[in-house]
């Protein structure tokens, strides 16, 4: 069984699924709309209220979580988390009450996902589309086809925030709504002509705020029934005469769902007068369902961040012998060394292969280039996260180990740093070595075991072992050699 949860700007959410064949059905959903967008004070930290709100739902959503024998559980934040000054301060005691890392993705990444999940509700594999979803905080926009995806863009503009600014005090009024709509266009209007050049068939909806708006008007008779432009403006115009966020009277609008449907309404009417689109069709996918299917897909080794490094290793022509080379003896390497968990093992691998891809910038220094490359870049499925943790490998592939900042007291990223940069070193020696011809250890010092031919016929080896033994020596680990 696999669980998501999705901690939203407007709402917190969870789906846990079975796996039945290649099809995930959901068996438990969670909900709580604790509006953590609407915590943010005029500084941009979150309150210490908005912080007890979260934390409360996220020890429900452990509760629920540990009821289920579950494989593997992602939790992912999203905007408000992705711009709160003090997320990485909140982050640690959010970690610890729902029992699980959370990872603060991207808006390309969030993009990305949403996509996935609506991709994979619709199958259709031949079907060009464009996937709108409109956040608490953000607003996505795909093109794709099929499960790949063209073109994925998030724009920071979203119901909760929206709903603040242009109905404050609950009033609700046409001038409002009207520059609450031209804002949102201008939101848009520089980022949608790319999107226009893809071209596409069918448009989907798959966000809750975009799922509410297509059921009050349906449930309500508003417009033509469907979710169009006609029908969004029919319910424009009845939010304006309740005059009120407190006298919103729809069938379906849920209370918590009222007070914000103004903002997340305007949000979709400017997206669609840019996108030049007159109807849509709401989706009973997102987010949680495309976490879900990339853990799935990660299950049974089809990962896109394989593919994402392979693109990116490609794309900068980086030596892909060299890169598999120092990838398998890295491993090999970390393998002697019996890290305590298999954390680091896929990372490991990935930073073997993009170890040198700093080179398109500069020879000199090529591991600092790479790692801020690698940092920075959109590689779709990692989070902005694991990308650190990439790039501090990267860094740590060669030179004092000062730069790594204290990194070196997790024994198992230590020993992660040490199997990448003796695989590195051998290259450079050009010794063509197998993983299992240089014994290794390391416990409250390094001990490596090297062929005594080796330093006769590779005469910078007895350097670079040198240096090695100098660095980490001023990282406090005494580092012995035997031949």
Excluded: C
Aim: hydrophobic share 45%; glycine share 10%; charged share 25%.
């Amino acid at each position: 069984m696999l669980a998501a949860v999705d901690l939203g700007s407007n709402s917190f959410r969870l789906h846990i699924g079975r796996q039945d064949g290649d099809v995930i059905r959901i068996v438990k959903s969670e909900r709580d709309p604790i509006r953590l967008g609407a915590g943010l004070d005029k500084n941009m930290f979150l309150t210490e209220t908005a912080i007890k709100t979260a934390l409360a739902s996220l020890a429900r959503f452990r509760a629920v979580l540990d009821a289920y024998p579950l494989d593997a559980v992602r939790v992912v934040a999203t905007n408000t988390m992705r711009i709160a000054k003090n997320a990485a301060a909140f982050l640690p005691a959010a970690e610890q009450t729902i029992g699980y890392p959370i990872e603060i993705i991207s808006g390309e990444e969030e993009g990305r996902l949403i996509y996935m999940g609506v991709a994979s509700a619709l199958g259709s594999p031949d079907e060009r589309r464009l996937v709108i979803d409109i956040g608490g905080g953000s607003t996505e926009l795909v093109v794709g086809q099929g499960f790949g995806i063209d073109m994925v863009e998030s724009f920071s503009i979203g119901t909760v925030g929206h709903s603040h600014a242009f109905f404050p005090d609950g009033r609700i009024t046409e001038e409002a709504f009207d520059k609450a709509i031209l804002s949102a266009r201008s939101h848009f209007e520089d980022g949608v002509p790319a999107f226009l050049e893809r071209q596409w068939g069918n448009v989907y909806g798959s966000s809750g705020t975009i799922r509410a708006i297509a059921d009050a008007i349906s449930r309500n008779a508003l417009g033509d029934g469907k979710l169009s432009y006609k029908s969004m403006e029919a319910l424009k115009a009845s939010l304006i005469g309740f005059g009120h966020v407190s006298r919103i009277d729809l069938l379906g609008m849920k209370p918590d769902r009222a007070a914000i449907i103004m903002g997340g309404l305007a949000v979709l009417m400017g997206a669609l007068r840019e996108l030049r689109v007159k109807a849509m069709q709401p989706v009973e996918a997102g987010l949680r369902m495309g976490v879900l299917r990339d853990l799935q897909l990660r299950a049974t080794r089809r990962d896109r961040r394989e593919q994402s490094v392979q693109q990116f290793r490609d794309r900068f022509d980086v030596d892909q012998a060299r890169a598999d080379h120092v990838a398998q003896i890295a491993s090999g390497l970390y393998a002697q060394l019996k890290p305590a968990s298999n954390a680091y093992e896929r990372q490991l691998y990935w930073s073997g292969q993009l170890h040198e891809v700093g080179m398109v910038v500069s020879h000199s220094g090529y591991h600092k280039h790479g790692a801020y490359m690698i940092e920075n870049a959109d590689l779709p499925g990692f989070t902005s996260g694991e990308q650190r943790l990439l790039g501090r490998l990267v860094l740590g592939q060669k030179g004092n180990l000062r730069k790594l900042n204290g990194a070196l007291a997790d024994t198992d990223f230590a020993k992660a740093v040490l199997a990448l940069r003796l695989a590195v070193m051998a290259m450079h020696s050009r010794i063509d070595v197998l993983a299992d011809e240089l014994r290794v250890k390391m416990k409250s010092r390094i001990e490596i075991e090297i062929r005594r031919d080796w330093i006769r016929q590779h005469p910078t080896l007895a350097y670079w072992i040198e240096k090695e033994q100098e660095w980490w020596g001023e990282a406090g680990i005494e580092f012995i050699v035997r031949s």
